[in-house]
């Protein structure tokens, strides 16, 4: 297969690796961009692949269903930390490794609002008494 002409990826400034549409693109140890046509599995996904990806689903899905004022907070506490990722990256982070203690943290330090308070054991046993 022909490599895709460099002049217009060094055009965009794009250094690019893996996989885009039918191509999955490295650059070789001679700084040159390697293309090739993408090889389909040869395999079915296994137990632990297929329950990666509802991990992932599921933060996707949440996230969508944030309110117009919590979406932004995110993407506002990761551009006023100056992280470099996104809100949406940034969420993702905290569903999959469950990061409370972390995404807290950044609340503090950014003054943004990014999560639910956290019940405290002496609320919910006061509420309960009766």
Known sequence: MQQPPQSLI???????????GPLTMYRSARRRVVAYQKAPPDKPPTAWQIAQRERF???ALTWKTFTPYLKPNWERAAKRLSLKV???????????KNAEAYIRTLERQSKLRLL???PTPSSSSSSSSG
């Open 10 to 20: 060094h055009f965009f400034g794009l250094i690019a690796w893996g996989d885009f």
């Open 86 to 96: 996104t809100g949406y990256n940034l969420w993702v982070y905290y569903k999959l």
């Open 116 to 118: 639910p308070p956290t």
């Open 57 to 59: 689903k599921d933060a």
